[in-house]
């Protein structure tokens, strides 16, 4: 069986930019989790989506916004890029009401 | 609010040596715990939960937790680590019955493993 995939692997944006990061989660999965890991840091929580609706936010501006399609799979979209944007964003996914969140390898985003 | 500590952003030992790695909790509620391991340019992937059965919990490739309410700790450990355990550890939280299954990592904990 498939795994978490994310695309793309690896993203580099200019300040100011846009970007749009892909999720699809395991099958069968129906919720989906994205995170933000800074170098040396731990990953932080940004959304939780569970049948489309948003379950959970963490601390993160509004310029952050995600949503899940009806096939479970989510996008996260991140408005006017800041350098400290760079990170690895990992998505998770997790069965219906499951405590255990399965990762994607992650899409490593530069803003340069 | 939850939050994890995570003790040593380092821990080096000797193959074959005793392997752990300390973490302690904060909770309002009762925890879901997790530990999960990043190897270089991946995501993490999930070693064991501890989710309010047994306290002392096997996970994969030989690791193992005990969950202490008392000492609010959940540390890690492995008999005798390998070279491939060389990687970086994560510890997080979740809190039961919130609605919400975020979790919340600590800071983590790369393991070097001397041959």
């Known amino acids: 069986d498939a795994g978490v995939t994310q695309s793309p692997t690896h993203l580099i944006k200019t300040r100011g930019q846009h970007v749009t990061l892909r999720c699809s989660p395991i099958?069968?999965?129906?919720?989906v989790s994205w995170y933000q890991q800074v170098l040396g840091q731990g990953p932080q929580f940004i959304f939780q989506?569970?049948?489309?609706?948003?379950?959970g936010r963490g601390n993160f501006p509004d310029r952050f916004s995600a949503r899940q399609f009806p096939n479970y799979s989510s996008e996260l979209n991140v408005n006017a890029l800041l350098l400290g944007d760079s990170a690895l964003y990992l998505c998770a996914s997790s069965g219906e009401d499951s405590y255990e969140q399965y990762f994607g390898p992650g899409t490593r985003l530069t803003v340069t | 609010a939850q939050s994890v500590t995570q003790l040593g952003s380092h821990v080096s030992v000797s193959e074959g040596a005793l392997v752990l790695l300390r973490c302690n909790y904060s909770s309002s509620v009762p925890p879901y715990l997790f530990w999960y391991v990043q190897y270089p340019n991946q995501g993490l992937q999930l070693l064991l939960k501890?989710?309010?059965?047994?306290?002392l919990v096997k996970g994969i490739n030989g690791f193992e937790a005990e969950f202490k309410k008392s000492e609010t700790s959940f540390h890690l450990t492995k008999p005798s680590a390998h070279m491939s355990d060389a990687a970086e550890y994560f510890c997080a939280v979740s809190e039961s019955g919130a609605g919400s299954y975020q979790l919340t990592f600590g800071k983590g904990t790369k393991l070097s493993v001397i041959p």
């Open positions: 501890y989710t309010s059965a047994a306290t």
């Open positions: 099958s069968g999965h129906k919720s």
């Open positions: 989506y569970y049948e489309k609706e948003e379950r």
